[in-house]
């Protein structure tokens, strides 16, 4: 026990800090009075009285009835409480068991920081990035669900042990109603403990904190999920997309039943049937090409090919009539094409470039149709027109894309070779080839043999013809060739002889569609120019595979609740460490044998003893206030 002065008063404290009145006349032995600082030299064995004078020495008899006979005490001339040695190592006991009690929620805490921080980790790394394959179909969601789950868990356990110690707290700084321990012990307990205590405000501003933070916790699932999203991109790829071009193109065979004495090979032969006959829109579908997505694209590149071109020629009809006569005339064009008379409804010329060269060098046939019933015109109205398509062999511009697998070209330019060469001597040392310069310089070459096999072969597979509905048409001798069919097609019908199926493709094309010759014409380049492509000479230009993908897109807002809740049961944690501190609270929190152990003392119990029912009892706690204080039969809530 230390004997100290203030204000020219002596008291007595005892080694829990408690002052001793002056007017006690004796301590009880319980309160076992120890030697604070023997090195002094100041030392009594009791106290009979105390006196007014602060200068006056206090004497003291040997002995004074229930005083200990260890008992002893030293003048301090302070105004100060003294606390002792004793006391001192208390308090630093306590600071370094803090950390011991408070394991469980600062791991817990620790925890929750660092799952939420995983997630923002794992989010901020592939934020952007294609959606992650990860083994054993774990996905992105079920990670962030994880972590999720982990921080619930985990704060749930700080905030549950948190508010149970504010419980002590509040009983052990203020006189409170009995009733509250239920107030707090709900809102440790769920949600709907903690929504009680916010709204009835029973918690004080710290314990409203906690609760909201409780709340909040419930949202922390669904709010991390919403974080992260799934969207969809188109990404391309430089693999696996290439799709050929003709540099060159030389395939002919020697053929002496060729008036030019070359002959076409079996593909191109193929290319020009398929593009005349198949009527199917897609003139290039037997070019071979590589996308393996089913969604490709190019960079615009040359290639050789065929081009078609087709005028218009009708302005420069002239009636034609056969020498001698005069009632049965017909229609002719500059260009040596004519209808001979009025049933001759449908004329094909062709034109071949001779050796000597009366056309451009890249030319392969020239076309002119003729006819008597126009496709804007009506039914048995002869409104005569003419038109004149070409092929040439040229350099080609293309626009190539897959979409959905199928390939489309678009042809946004071309050039051809104009300049005239007379090729009647294939042997007088010149070079005679095709050749045609691209835009970036590189020389593109159809081989002279190649051309010659095309121009022969054309001569007789594009022999002039007609469709007729002449009486002497029907009476002429079918051939091979021929073809007699009741055709209906546009404003044209009736029964019509044709002198080959290459005339009735053109006269079918160009009454059943807009533009039906100049598409003919163009599906026919088309298909020659993807055998050119298909050849020998043809080299892979790589394209761009596009996929669509599948890719994280984070929500940054969506993080605050996970972020903030966190924080706050950390903050809360802190706040409930530093007011145990602060008020010297046993740290119990939620202990039931501390509830048992340091419940009501026995004048309150008394009080609630004759009560009739526990709705009662109830009602008197509500009225009924306490505080946690130390006595001689423990620490108990007292009234």
């Known amino acids: 026990m230390a004997y100290t002065s203030a204000d020219g008063d002596y008291f007595l404290y005892n080694n829990q800090g ?334 071949i470039p001779t050796a000597r060269g009366d056309q451009p060098h890249s030319s392969i046939m020239r076309l002119i149709f003729m006819g008597t019933e126009a496709y804007d015109g009506n039914a048995g109205e002869t409104k005569p027109w003419a038109q004149q398509c070409m092929l040439s062999a040229c350099v080609q511009t293309l626009d190539t894309k897959v979409l959905n697998g199928v390939l489309t070209e678009k042809t946004i330019d071309t050039k051809t070779n104009n300049t005239v060469i007379d090729n009647s001597n294939l042997n007088d040392g010149y070079d005679h080839n095709v050749y045609i310069v691209g835009k970036d310089g590189t020389h593109y070459q159809l081989g002279i043999e190649a051309m010659l096999s095309m121009r022969g072969w054309f001569s007789s597979l594009f022999a002039n013809g007609s469709a007729s509905r002449s009486a002497a048409a029907y009476n002429r001798t079918i051939t091979d060739n021929s073809v007699v069919v009741n055709l209906t097609v546009g404003v044209s019908s009736g029964v019509t002889f044709f002198d080959s199926d290459i005339v009735t493709a053109f006269y079918w094309n160009y009454y059943q569609y807009a533009d039906g010759l100049d598409l003919l014409v163009s599906d026919m380049a088309t298909s020659m120019t993807v055998a050119f492509r298909s050849f020998l000479g043809a080299v892979p230009v790589t394209g761009r595979a596009v996929y669509t993908e599948s890719y994280v897109n984070v929500h940054w807002g969506f993080a605050v609740v996970p972020i903030s809740v966190v924080v706050g049961a950390l903050v809360f944690l802190v706040s409930m460490i530093y007011q145990s501190e602060k008020s010297t609270t046993e740290v119990w929190k939620s202990s039931a044998l501390a509830m048992l152990f340091h419940g009501l003392d026995n004048a309150a119990k008394n009080k609630f003893a004759h009560a009739s029912s526990f709705e009662e009892q109830k009602a008197q706690a509500h009225a009924t206030k306490v505080q946690l204080e130390d006595s001689g039969d423990g620490t108990l809530l007292r009234m």
């Open 18 to 351: 408690h002052v001793i009145a002056p007017n006690d006349q004796y301590v009880s032995s319980a309160h076992g009075i120890e030697d604070s600082n023997p090195q002094d030299g100041f030392s009594f064995q009791g106290a009979s009285s105390y006196s007014a004078d602060p200068d006056a020495t206090p004497s003291f008899s040997s002995h004074h009835r229930g005083w200990s006979g260890s008992t002893v005490s030293t003048h301090i001339p302070s105004a100060k409480p003294f606390l002792s040695s004793s006391s001192r190592w208390t308090r630093k006991s306590l600071s370094f068991s803090t950390s011991a009690l408070w394991a469980p929620e600062i791991i817990a805490v620790t925890v929750a920081l660092g799952a939420v921080g995983a997630i923002i980790g794992v989010l901020a790394k592939f934020n952007g990035r294609a959606l992650p394959e990860w083994p054993y179909y774990i996905t992105l969601n079920a990670l962030i669900a994880v972590l999720a789950a982990v921080t619930t868990a985990a704060m749930n356990i700080s905030l549950q042990n948190s508010m149970s110690q504010l419980k002590w707290i509040r009983f052990k700084e203020s006189r409170t109603r009995l009733s509250e321990i239920e107030a707090f012990d709900e809102a440790s307990r769920g949600i709907w403990g903690a929504i009680k205590l916010l709204f009835t405000l029973r918690g004080g501003w710290l314990g409203s904190f906690g609760a909201i933070v409780s709340v909040i916790v419930l949202f922390l699932g669904p709010f991390a999920q919403q974080i992260v999203t799934y969207q969809t991109r188109e990404v391309e790829s430089l693999e696996n997309a290439s799709v050929s071009r003709a540099l060159n193109y030389t395939g002919a065979l020697p053929g002496r039943t060729s008036p030019t004495g070359f002959v076409p090979i079996l593909p191109l032969k193929s290319a020009v049937y398929n593009g005349l006959f198949a009527e199917n829109g897609r003139p290039n579908a037997a070019l071979a090409f590589e996308c393996q997505s089913g969604n490709c694209t190019w960079d615009p590149y040359d290639t050789l090919g065929v081009c078609a071109e087709c005028v218009d020629l009708t302005p420069f009809i002239q009636e034609y009539c056969a020498s001698g006569t005069k009632s049965n005339c017909g229609w002719q064009v500059p260009q040596g094409a004519k209808l001979t008379d009025r049933t001759e409804v449908f004329s094909m010329t062709s034109q």
